[in-house]
Nanobody
Framework: QVQLVESGGGLVQSGGSLKLSCAAS????????MGWFRQAPGKEREFVAA????????YYSDSVKGRFTISRDNAKNTVYLQMNSLKPEDTAVYYC?????????????????WGQGTQVTVSS
């Protein structure tokens, strides 16, 4: 069992930055590929970024590539999402997710555990 808790969301102006964190419980964090997804009102949950078990490989959606950076610290059981050059269309609830022994999955159903989400609002 893995419990995930996101933090770092908030309100920011267009062009600004935020850094999300996702803290995981348990001693097997390094056995999970990690992902970030987001869901805006009335829309499906969409893939944002993912990172391999060791952190050596990262994956991004086209909409955030070059603006967002995913990273992880296995010693701290934490995955991060640095978001720069934010746009109003980035407004959504952001979720982190854990995928047992797999990296880079882009579909939500691939993931085994989810956090409760953190709201990110970008004003124009």
């Amino acid at each position: 069992q893995v419990q995930l808790v996101e933090s770092g969301g908030g309100l920011v102006q267009s062009g600004g930055s935020l850094k999300l964190s996702c803290a995981a419980s348990g001693r097997t964090f390094s056995s999970y590929g990690m992902g970030w997804f987001r869901q805006a009102p009335g829309k499906e949950r969409e893939f944002v970024a993912a990172i391999s078990l060791s952190g050596g490989t990262t994956y991004y959606s086209d909409s955030v590539k070059g603006r967002f950076t995913i990273s992880r610290d296995n010693a701290k059981n934490t995955v991060y999402l640095q978001m720069n050059s934010l746009k109003p269309e980035d407004t959504a609830v952001y979720y982190c997710a854990a995928d047992w022994n797999t990296s880079g999955a882009r579909r939500p159903f691939s993931y085994d555990y989810w956090g409760q989400g953190t709201q990110v609002t970008v004003s124009s």
